[in-house]
């Protein structure tokens, strides 16, 4: 281990164990080269695999160069160089000026030379477009996701190219600093904090927790399940440091998001908090909750006779069966990070936060945001 330099088939070898998903400590194993060696070369990509080098049909090739070359140094003329080669006569007469000349051409540097030259980057679109450029800082300041930026973008202006971007140019304009488009600071903003593209991983598997006289989800009715119907609700309890909990509540048919205080996760705290909040819906918004298999709604019979809402508990180990409320729990890792004490936020800035939240566009709304979903649903 610690070589100082990758071959350019290791890094070809290292770029392809990343993209079929494996670790850093096992590609450093495959590789033997310290872990800390492989991440630097993924922060320097950004996470990205660089693109395979290609040359264009139109370019001079190696061979034509040698022959090049070799008729000059026989004397003889460009245009006869050029008749020969089946090429221009103002192409070869280019590629000789651009190379020193007849007296100072050389196939070999005139190929390194054209190879350089040939990797001179294309100007990216966040480059190019400064008013596009800004707009993107700044919905990335309200900590809106690159994909939710995207399709913000399209939806807001269809018929402007010009200020149409895709999500994966805003991932390479923040992890490849080089670009100097996007500040650093705003990688801050991102959901996941990471400083480079990663692969998708599956969420953790919550343990089961038994709950007296549980109503099974797959009781539940089927306008909960096709998300036709507004009123349908997920919810769970995110935790901070210092045993503090949010409630999150999520509605399946637009995912609008409320939070709630609690004081802790005890079922007399989490279904008083919960009652009050659900009775300030109006009644077409209060048709089922759909929870974890958490302790802290094992009174939920009781909170079904305070808000006339049915309560349905999830499989054990399958939290995918209230997948809003698990996507929109790891989006609030952007305001609440992990190691948080949440005792320390009001009702009131949970409200702000929870607005912020319903007022970001969302890629399976069609990048609606919750707000005006639910609001279209109610009228």
Same mark, same amino acid.
């Given at each position: #281990?610690?070589?100082?330099?990758?071959?350019?088939? /290791?890094?070809?070898?290292?770029?392809? &164990?990343?993209?079929?998903?494996?670790?850093?400590?096992? *590609?450093?194993?495959?590789?033997?080269? @310290?872990?800390?060696?492989?991440?630097?070369?993924?922060? %320097? +990509?950004?996470?990205?695999?660089?693109?395979?080098?290609?040359?264009?049909?139109?370019?001079?090739?190696?061979?034509?160069?040698?022959?090049?070359?070799?008729?000059?140094?026989?004397?003889?003329?460009?245009?006869?160089?050029?008749?020969?080669?089946? +090429?221009?006569?103002?192409?070869?007469?280019?590629?000789?000026?651009?190379?020193?000349?007849?007296?100072? @051409?050389?196939?070999?540097?005139?190929?390194?030379?054209?190879?350089?030259?040939?990797?001179?980057?294309?100007?990216?679109?966040?480059?190019?477009?400064?008013?596009? &450029?800004?707009?993107?800082?700044?919905?990335? =300041?309200?900590?809106?996701?690159?994909?939710? *930026?995207?399709?913000?973008?399209? +939806?807001?202006?269809?018929?402007?190219?010009? #200020?149409?971007?895709?999500?994966?140019? *805003? @991932?390479?304009?923040?992890?490849?600093?080089?670009?100097?488009?996007?500040?650093?600071?705003?990688?801050?903003?991102?959901?996941?904090?990471?400083?480079?593209? &990663?692969?998708?991983?599956?969420?953790?598997?919550?343990?089961?927790?038994? *709950?007296?006289?549980?109503?099974?989800?797959?009781?539940?009715?089927?306008?909960?399940?096709?998300?036709?119907?507004?009123?349908?609700?997920?919810?769970?309890?995110?935790?901070?440091? /210092?045993?503090?909990?949010?409630?999150?509540?999520?509605?399946?048919?637009? &995912?609008?998001?409320?939070?709630?205080?609690?004081?802790?996760?005890?079922?007399?705290?989490?279904?008083?908090?919960?009652?009050?909040?659900? %009775?300030?819906?109006?009644?077409?918004?209060?048709?089922?909750?759909?929870?974890?298999?958490?302790?802290?709604?094992?009174?939920? %019979?009781?909170? =079904?006779?305070?808000?006339? #809402?049915?309560? @349905?508990?999830?499989?054990?180990? =399958?939290?995918?069966? +209230?997948?809003?409320? /698990?996507?929109?729990?790891?989006?609030?890792?952007?305001?609440?990070?992990?190691?948080?004490?949440?005792?320390?936020?009001?009702?009131?800035?949970?409200?702000?936060?929870?607005?912020? #939240?319903?007022?970001?566009?969302?890629?399976?709304?069609?990048?609606?945001?919750?707000?005006?979903?639910?609001?279209?649903?109610?009228?």
């Amino acid at each position: #281990m610690g070589r100082v330099r990758l071959s350019s088939g /290791e890094r070809a070898e290292l770029w392809r &164990r990343w993209q079929t998903g494996e670790t850093l400590t096992q *590609i450093s194993r495959a590789l033997g080269w @310290y872990p800390g060696r492989v991440y630097q070369e993924l922060r %320097r +990509r950004g996470g990205f695999a660089p693109s395979e080098r290609r040359r264009p049909e139109r370019q001079l090739r190696l061979a034509e160069r040698e022959e090049i070359s070799r008729q000059l140094a026989c004397g003889r003329s460009l245009r006869a160089v050029a008749r020969q080669l089946g +090429r221009a006569p103002s192409t070869v007469s280019r590629e000789v000026r651009r190379h020193g000349g007849r007296q100072a @051409y050389r196939a070999s540097v005139a190929e390194a030379q054209a190879w350089t030259w040939g990797g001179r980057p294309k100007r990216c679109k966040l480059a190019a477009q400064p008013r596009l &450029r800004r707009v993107v800082a700044h919905k990335l =300041s309200l900590r809106w996701s690159p994909q939710q *930026i995207a399709g913000w973008l399209e +939806r807001r202006y269809p018929d402007r190219s010009a #200020m149409q971007v895709s999500h994966e140019t *805003i @991932y390479r304009s923040l992890f490849i600093q080089a670009r100097g488009l996007l500040k650093k600071e705003l990688l801050g903003h991102l959901r996941a904090g990471h400083r480079y593209r &990663r692969r998708r991983r599956g969420p953790p598997q919550p343990g089961p927790s038994p *709950i007296p006289e549980a109503v099974s989800i797959r009781e539940r009715p089927a306008e909960a399940a096709d998300r036709a119907v507004p009123g349908h609700w997920e919810g769970d309890l995110i935790v901070g440091s /210092e045993n503090s909990y949010i409630a999150t509540l999520v509605e399946r048919h637009s &995912r609008f998001l409320l939070l709630v205080k609690v004081k802790d996760r005890s079922t007399a705290t989490v279904t008083a908090a919960l009652q009050q909040q659900i %009775r300030r819906l109006p009644e077409e918004l209060r048709r089922s909750l759909t929870w974890d298999r958490g302790s802290e709604l094992a009174g939920h %019979r009781a909170f =079904s006779l305070a808000t006339d #809402m049915r309560v @349905y508990f999830c499989d054990p180990h =399958s939290p995918w069966q +209230r997948g809003s409320n /698990e996507n929109t729990n790891g989006l609030l890792r952007q305001y609440f990070p992990k190691g948080t004490d949440l005792s320390h936020y009001s009702q009131r800035q949970l409200d702000a936060v929870a607005k912020q #939240m319903n007022g970001r566009p969302r890629q399976t709304l069609g990048f609606k945001n919750p707000a005006e979903t639910l609001a279209e649903a109610l009228r």
